[in-house]
């Protein structure tokens, strides 16, 4: 059958009965078109991971200033980095053990454990009462929340190889759009009290805790996924343990320390090389987490920025404005990687697609900080474009390095290698917002220094990230698997 021979190099002839990955094979090899199900569990996982992480950035600089931790105006960038830098931390010690799990017992579990995570853990951030719940609170929620890592793996495995590109890009778009739509939620809902006062009293709960509603928001869009993941698919293979054909956790943890006789004595003789002996696999996972420090530290960046007091180099934005410029941003974001993104990566492949929106990013960056030059309207209209752009090139950039790194190891390993990859880039973020804070901090003093003065720094800063990103994508540094290599 011609449905089988395309579904062969992933899955295999053999279907073995009430193994899941096998059922759900037989499926796939009947499809004709798109998996749109399976497609939207892609969705709307990947924005459920993404939404608690960036809906605090817009009230972040007003919480601390409430909380009274900061005893100077300038010093509130320094400790919004660190309770911004704390789920990242918690992330970073996890990942690779939840990649782990999901190859050992399923992409389902792991992920419906992660999202009852976000409901329970970014509700209670909402309610903190000083900063170290705040932080406390922040870490738990990266620390159980292993999704992103098992829902690459899963959208690859959901379709056939010639929608891997559009698969891979739903993880991206959902995830940037999360990163837009979760800072304009925090944006306009927070403080409803003083900015909805006929609505919500100040004696209510919303009143008291000013910055529960948008995550409040968050976990019930959080629960209402977990509830539709009942009718989830799952796809690992679980075949009846055998002497040769073991998915034990000896055997993935094989994969990770590259030892052969180990990997015989727990019953795989036919598994794959160390995943940090693939370099294909490790290159691109530096890239991924290159680009990521980037886009964590300019996402801490902009609202810290533009909220920011302008004699201090800022634009003096309120939340709603701030929240306003990143709905816009979501919106466009939709329309590129879902209309856009997949045709060019056809055309470019990943890697030129990538250097290439690097490349545009620098300009762009540069830019940002001759805004507090401009007025109304035109300042509003300038940024908005800007932050179209940037997003944009950003997620092609991220979208392109999540390709690189599933077509780098085979099905059994997927769990693992996106874990290994979720450990390095949440390490990266971890260190992103709290060095950016500090270095904003730092930039806000130095308004009359004679080279890069203030907030002109702090972007110069991030356009060196960029450019060594860039760097990193060219030959011999970046290995490219044969799927994927089109220059």
């Known amino acids: 059958m011609a449905g089988e021979e395309l579904a062969a190099p992933l899955l295999g002839k053999d279907r073995h009965p009430g193994c899941p990955g096998c059922a759900y094979g037989r499926r796939k090899d ?7 199900k399976e497609f939207l569990y892609v969705w709307v ?14 009230f972040l600089y007003f919480m601390i200033r409430d909380l009274n931790i900061a005893e100077r105006t300038e010093d509130i960038g320094f400790y919004a980095g660190f309770v911004g830098a704390s789920f990242m931390f918690g992330r970073c010690l996890t990942s690779t053990a939840w990649g782990i799990a999901a190859d050992r017992i399923g992409r389902k579990p792991v992920v419906v454990f992660g999202i009852s ?13 000083n900063y170290w719940m705040a932080i406390a609170t922040r870490f738990l929620l990266g620390a159980l929340n292993g999704l992103l890592g098992p829902i690459k793996a899963y959208a690859i495995e959901v ?23 979760g800072p304009a939620l925090g944006g306009y809902l927070a403080m409803p009290a003083e900015n909805f006062p006929s609505v919500f009293s100040p004696d209510s709960i ?29 796809t690992l ?9 073991s998915q034990d956790v000896e055997a993935l943890e094989a994969h990770l320390i590259g030892s052969k006789e180990e990997a015989e004595e727990s019953g795989s003789l036919d598994t794959k090389k160390s995943l940090f002996r693939n370099w294909p696999l490790m290159s691109s996972i530096i890239v991924y987490c290159v680009f990521s420090f980037h886009d964590m530290a300019y996402t801490e960046v902009f609202s810290l920025w533009a909220e920011s007091d302008k004699k201090y180099g800022g634009l003096s934005l309120s939340t709603e404005a701030v929240g306003q410029v990143l709905a816009v941003t979501g919106t466009s974001l939709l329309v590129y990687q879902l209309l856009l993104y997949p045709r060019m990566n056809k055309v470019l492949g990943p890697i030129k697609s990538s250097r ?27 940024l908005n474009i800007a932050s179209v752009i940037k997003n944009n090139l950003s997620v092609t950039i991220i979208t392109g390095t999540f390709i690189l790194q599933n077509n780098a190891v085979p099905q059994d390993q997927r769990g693992a290698a996106n874990g290994l990859s979720m450990t390095g880039m949440s390490f990266f973020k971890a260190v992103a917002p709290a060095g950016a804070g500090i270095v904003f901090s730092w930039a806000q003093k130095r308004q009359h220094a004679s080279f890069f003065p203030g907030d002109q720094m702090v972007f110069f800063l991030l356009n060196i990230v960029e450019l060594l990103g860039l760097i990193l994508t060219f030959k011999p540094f970046l290995a490219v698997p044969e799927q994927s290599d089109r220059n």
């Not at 991971?49 to 809906?55: D, F, M, T």
């Not at 293979?237 to 054909?245: D, E, Q």
């Not at 690097?358 to 309207?377: C, D, K, N, V």
């Open 30 to 36: 009947l499809q004709r078109g798109m998996p749109y």
């Open 45 to 58: 996982i990947s924005l459920t991971a993404a939404l608690p992480i960036s809906s605090l950035f817009p």
């Open 117 to 129: 995570s976000v409901v329970v853990f970014n509700t209670l951030f909402g309610l903190s009462v």
């Open 159 to 181: 379709c056939r190889p010639e929608h891997e590109a559009l698969a891979l890009s739903l993880v991206s778009t959902a995830w940037g759009i999360g990163l837009i739509i």
């Open 206 to 234: 919303f009143g008291r805790f000013p910055y529960f509603l948008p995550c409040l928001c968050t976990s019930i869009f959080a629960a209402a996924v977990l509830i539709s993941c009942i009718w989830m698919p799952e």
């Open 237 to 245: 293979h679980k075949h009846k343990v055998s002497k040769n054909g």
């Open 356 to 382: 290439i929106a690097a490349a545009l990013s620098i300009p762009i960056l540069f830019a940002y900080p001759y805004m507090t030059y401009l007025s109304e309207p035109g300042l509003s209209i300038i």
